[in-house]
């Protein structure tokens, strides 16, 4: 078992990529109409084109919803494949929500915002 003591510093290790996109409206700021967007690499995964979690990164996928608690989140988008899917999926699942996939374009941004 992963000891989560600082769920900053395990935040950070996720922090990099956009494989998991998670949204969060900026309450204290809603006058300006400002949107806080986390974005949250996989966790571990197997080997081959499509992998699965592996033991380690379904324990970090887990934790990410200890990391995310009280954030106040409006929706979760991630890419289609297994990895991410399954990072984002003990989140969706805490929350109630669906998990928003979207393949990455050019115009992924602007998918996000709708």
Sequence with gaps: MINWTNKWATCAQFVLAT???????????????TTTIFL???AEAGEGDNPSLTDMGRERAAA???V???VGLD??????????LET?????EHYGFD???TTPTRTFA?????
Excluded: K, W, Y
């Design 19 to 33: 494989a998991l996109v998670v949204i969060v409206p900026n309450e204290a700021h809603a006058f300006q109409e």
């Design 40 to 42: 949250v690499r996989h």
């Design 64 to 66: 990410l919803v200890h």
């Design 68 to 70: 995310l608690e009280g």
């Design 75 to 84: 929706a979760i988008h991630s890419t289609p494949l297994n990895r991410t």
């Design 88 to 92: 984002a999926g003990p989140t969706a």
């Design 99 to 101: 998990i928003i996939t």
């Design 110 to 114: 602007e998918d996000m915002a709708h």
